[in-house]
């Protein structure tokens, strides 16, 4: 099974797509990942589903990549003793440490990391941004505010604080415990969510161990825009993850935002996912809005290695139509002229390496010979990635001996992943490539393909051969 684009789709699930026939039905219409959101959902049921994928991904023969999203760190007010109360504009209202239930004039806020964060002036955002408080006072147990915006209040409402960078690890006990199930299930991505600093990754990769799966870092904090280049460098990909960002900087900043994130990524070689909120009308309708419409077709444009889904697919009532459709967004925009000008024109220049030298020319050199595909063997990814960043007219059909590796290369921009065995020597290699693009669909008889791969054989990180074989018939 081959897709016709090379912008890939990750499809949440949840109770609209927990059985094994809708699954398999949303990897039918073009999902190439899924996502497993442990902010729900019990861990039999997250073992449930990674099994179904497996089977679906042995009837397929195509590997198919599972990543597995930690919730983070959640700050909440406590309760009320009504259940909920009414914040009036120009009202006092205090938060503090008491575990009393709160009422119109205070309440719990059990985070003593927000009140080591707060300086009056700052604001404090609760219920996604809805309602918003400006500090007056504060003190390390306490914060004394007014409502600059009011509204209903309830229980357990989330809270964030634009502009401080909070003293809170992105792995809370529940993490830890989630994280070290994923990797007992052999997922292939690890989103890590509220990531604010690099070391934040660190502390992951520790944790982590050399278990053969890849960190993915959500960019939800503002305050990791301050350290975009490094959190990149560390991450193996990364989520715009536009529902917290949102909330936290202003509506006309987050395209920037998006924009200078895809740019980052894109320049470093790393895969970018663009995500929430990108069909939401689709949670309960048969069809997008255009504006949601022409939102997938802008990160498409802007380069993204993939789209995402979430409540869309995990709890909407048309999974398999939102998935249908953003397959068919963007292979539209992927079809137009203008899409092929946007990328040659944000191309970025090779890094200066042999590996990166061997996969620029590859480019070139498909271009110039209009070959069919270009062939990569990989043992570590790392070869198929590079041909990815830069972005070639041919599709990329990525061989490697590695199941991991074949999985998570389902994540990648334009790649087309093959589980192959390990090659040996230079005839070997061109006509496993040749045989292989041939039996996917990629090629014919005649058809030139270009194929990069790395001396010795097998060995990760040795990108230095480029051949040109033309297929027999």
């Given at each position: 099974?081959?897709?016709?684009?090379?912008?890939k789709?990750?499809?949440?699930?949840?109770?609209?797509?927990?059985?094994?026939?809708?699954?398999?039905?949303?990897f039918?219409?073009?999902?190439?990942?899924?996502?497993?959101?442990?902010?729900?959902?019990?861990h039999?049921?997250?073992?449930?589903?990674?099994?179904?994928?497996?089977?679906i991904?042995?009837?397929?023969?195509?590997?198919?990549?599972?990543?597995a999203?930690?919730?983070?760190?959640?700050?909440?007010?406590?309760?009320?003793?009504?259940?909920?109360?009414?914040l009036?504009?120009?009202?006092?209202?205090r938060?503090?440490?008491?575990?009393?239930?709160?009422?119109?004039r205070?309440?719990?806020?059990?985070?003593p990391e927000?009140?080591?964060?707060?300086?009056?002036?700052?604001d404090l955002?609760?219920d996604?941004g809805?309602?918003?408080?400006?500090?007056?006072?504060?003190?390390?147990?306490?914060?004394?505010?007014?409502?600059?915006?009011?509204?209903?209040?309830?229980?357990?409402?989330?809270?964030?604080?634009?502009?401080?960078?909070?003293?809170?690890?992105p792995?809370?006990?529940?993490?830890?415990?989630?994280?070290?199930?994923?990797?007992?299930?052999?997922v292939?991505?690890?989103?890590?969510?509220?990531?604010?600093?690099?070391?934040?990754?660190?502390a992951?990769?520790?944790?982590i161990?050399?278990?053969?799966v890849?960190?993915?870092a959500?960019?939800?904090?503002?305050?990791?825009?301050d350290?975009?280049?490094?959190?990149?460098?560390?991450a193996d990909?990364?989520?715009?993850?536009?529902?917290?960002?949102?909330?936290?900087?202003?509506?006309?900043?987050?395209?920037?935002?998006?924009?200078?994130?895809?740019?980052?990524?894109?320049?470093?070689?790393k895969?970018?996912?663009?995500a929430?909120q990108?069909?939401?009308s689709?949670?309960?309708?048969?069809?997008?809005?255009?504006?949601?419409?022409?939102?997938?077709?802008?990160?498409?444009?802007?380069?993204?290695?993939?789209?995402?889904?979430?409540?869309?697919?995990?709890?909407?009532?048309?999974?398999?139509?939102?998935?249908?459709?953003?397959?068919?967004?963007?292979?539209?925009?992927?079809?137009?002229?203008?899409?092929?000008?946007?990328?040659?024109?944000?191309?970025?220049?090779?890094?200066?390496?042999?590996?990166?030298?061997?996969?620029?020319?590859?480019?070139?050199?498909?271009h110039?010979?209009?070959?069919?595909?270009?062939?990569?063997?990989?043992?570590?990814?790392?070869?198929?990635?590079?041909?990815?960043?830069?972005?070639?007219?041919?599709?990329?059909?990525?061989?490697t001996a590695?199941?991991h590796?074949?999985?998570?290369?389902?994540?990648?921009?334009?790649?087309?992943?093959?589980?192959?065995?390990?090659?040996?020597?230079?005839?070997?290699?061109?006509?496993?490539?040749?045989?292989?693009?041939?039996?996917e669909g990629?090629?014919?008889?005649?058809?030139?393909i270009?194929?990069?791969?790395?001396v010795?054989?097998?060995?990760?990180?040795?990108?230095?051969?480029l051949?040109?074989?033309?297929?027999?018939?």
């Open positions: 099974m081959r897709r016709i684009r090379n912008a789709i990750i499809a949440t699930l949840g109770p609209s797509s927990a059985t094994p026939a809708m699954i398999s039905a949303l039918g219409a073009g999902a190439d990942v899924f996502r497993l959101n442990f902010s729900h959902g019990s039999a049921e997250h073992r449930q589903r990674v099994e179904t994928i497996r089977e991904e042995t009837r397929a023969k195509r590997p198919i990549a599972i990543l999203d930690l919730q983070g760190p959640k700050l909440r007010v406590g309760c009320f003793a009504e259940g909920r109360i009414r009036e504009a120009g009202a006092k209202f938060l503090d440490l008491e575990s009393k239930p709160g009422d119109a205070r309440a719990p806020l059990p985070h927000i009140f080591a964060a707060l300086r009056p002036g700052m955002l609760l996604d809805r309602i918003r408080l400006k500090v007056e006072f504060c003190g390390p147990d306490f914060a004394e505010t007014r409502v600059a915006t009011g509204g209903d209040l309830s229980d357990h409402k989330g809270v964030n604080v634009p502009g401080a960078a909070l003293p809170v690890s792995l809370t006990p529940k993490d830890i415990l989630d994280l070290d199930f994923a990797l007992s299930l052999e292939d991505w690890i989103a890590l969510s509220f990531v604010q600093r690099p070391s934040d990754l660190v992951a990769r520790e944790r161990g050399d278990r053969p890849r960190l993915l959500k960019l939800e904090k503002p305050q990791a825009i350290h975009l280049d490094d959190i990149v460098e560390l990909a990364v989520m715009v993850a536009r529902g917290d960002l949102g909330v936290e900087c202003p509506p006309e900043i987050v395209p920037v935002l998006q924009k200078r994130i895809i740019h980052a990524c894109r320049a470093a070689g895969p970018v996912v663009v929430t990108m069909l939401e689709m949670i309960h309708a048969a069809a997008p809005t255009r504006a949601e419409s022409s939102d997938v077709a802008t990160a498409i444009y802007d380069g993204a290695d993939a789209v995402m889904l979430s409540a869309e697919t995990a709890a909407g009532e048309y999974p398999l139509e939102a998935v249908t459709i953003m397959d068919r967004i963007v292979a539209a925009v992927e079809r137009d002229p203008w899409y092929r000008m946007v990328t040659d024109a944000s191309h970025q220049a090779p890094q200066h390496t042999g590996r990166d030298a061997i996969s620029a020319a590859a480019r070139q050199v498909a110039t010979l209009e070959a069919a595909a270009i062939v990569t063997y990989t043992s570590s990814g790392s070869t198929t990635l590079r041909a990815a960043r830069e972005r070639p007219e041919q599709p990329i059909v990525s061989l590695c199941i590796v074949a999985r998570q290369m389902a994540l990648v921009w334009g790649a087309h992943s093959v589980r192959q065995a390990d090659i040996h020597d230079f005839a070997e290699m061109v006509d496993h490539a040749i045989r292989v693009a041939r039996d990629f090629a014919q008889g005649g058809d030139t270009v194929i990069t791969a790395g010795p054989f097998g060995h990760s990180g040795t990108t230095n051969i051949r040109v074989a033309e297929c027999y018939g």
